[in-house]
C-alpha cells in the first residue's frame, strides 16, 4: 500500500532512494509495448525492486505472464496482488517447501528444479498441504550457476517430474545471466542465440518424449529483445529495466535512469572535493561505483560505510548542506538496503512506496527459535 503525501525532495531525509515516476513508466511502458505483439511474454522479475506498487504497474501495462520472483518472501507478498508467480530458484529447504506448497494452494505457483533432491522435497511438501505445485526443469545454459546440462539430464528429471505426486511439470528455464551485460549488441546476440538453442532443443525433446512443456524461460534486461523473440521462448524475466542502473545504461537497453539515492554534503573539505552522506551503506558498489546525476564533470571516487566522496571540478559551487544524487551501478543489491522509494514528479514527492519484500521476511519479526519461520 502506498502512502500518499506532497511535500518538496528538499524535505527527504537522507541518504534515501528517490524514484523519478516519468521514468518509471516510460521504461514498464516500452518494455510492455515490445512484448505486445508476442507470442513471447514478459514476466517481470519482482526481486529487482521487491516493491508492490511498482509490480501493480508492470501487471497493468500489460504483456505479462504473472511475476518472477526469487525467494519464497518474495513470493508470498507477490501472491497478494498476482495470481500467477515462477519462483526462478532453487527451493529445497523443508520450510521453504511448505511455504511454496502453501502458496500453492492459493495462486499458481511454479517453482526451477535442477535436482531429484530438491523434486523431492518440492514433492513432499505439496503431498503434505494437499497442493499442486507446478515445476521448470532449470538448465545451464553457460553461466555456470544452477541448473542441470541441456539434453538427456534434463529429460531424465523432467520424467521424474511427471512421476512425482503432488507436482506438474510445466516447463523449461535456463536464465542467461552471464550474457546480460557484454557490451557489443552483436556479440551478446550471437552469443545469447547460441545459448538458447540448448533450451529450445530441451523443449522439443521433452515434448517428443510426450511429456509437457508449455513455458520455455530465460531472460533479462540485456537479452529481452534477442530472447524474447526467439521461436520456441515463451516468457522473459527481466528485472532492471523498469529502474535502471548505470551497469545496464553502459550495455545501451532502451531505458532511462529511473532511481537514484539521494544523499546530503556533509563537507568540501577541497575546491575539487566534497563528501556526502551516502556511502555503500545505501547502495551497493559490486558493479563498480556509482555514477553522478546533473553535476558536469563530478565523479564519486569512493564509498565507505556512510561516506561517498566526489571528485569536482574546482569551479564547482556546491555547499554543505546541498543534495546530491548518486546513480547506482547494481538495482537489487541497493533497493535491498532500503524501507522505501521516494517517488516524485520533478521536485515534489508524490508518494511513498514500501519496498515491502526487502530482506528476509521470515526473520523480519522473530524474537526467538521457538516462533515458526
Ligand atoms: C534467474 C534470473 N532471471 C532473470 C533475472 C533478471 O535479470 P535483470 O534484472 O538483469 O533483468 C535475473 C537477475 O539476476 C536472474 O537471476
Redesign the pocket.
Known sequence: MSRSVSASVHQIPTPALVLDRGALDRNIARMAAFFASGPCRLRP?F??HKTPEIAKRQLAAGSCSGL?C?TVGEAEVAATFCDDILL??EIVAPDKCARVAALAKRVRVTAAIDSLAGLEALSRAARDAGARVGVLIDLNVGQGRCGVEPGEAALTLAQQATQSAGIELRGV?G?E?HL?PVRDRSERESRTRQAMQGLVNTAKQIRDAGLPCEIVSA????T?DISGRIDGITEI?????ALMDTD?GAVGVPFEPAFWVLGTVVSRPARNRCVADCGHKSMTKDHSLPGVRGIEGAAVTSLNDEHATIALPPESTIKIGDRVELLPSH??PTINLHDVLYVVDGQTVVDVWPIAARGYLEHRTRTSMEEPA
Do not use: F
Not at 531472460?219 to 540485456?222: A, E, K, V
Open positions: 522479475h526481486k529487482a518472477t526469487a526462478a530458484n528455464m536464465y545471466g546480460q531472460g533479462g534486461t540485456g529481452y524475466q527481466a528485472g532492471s529495466y545496464y538495482v537489487d
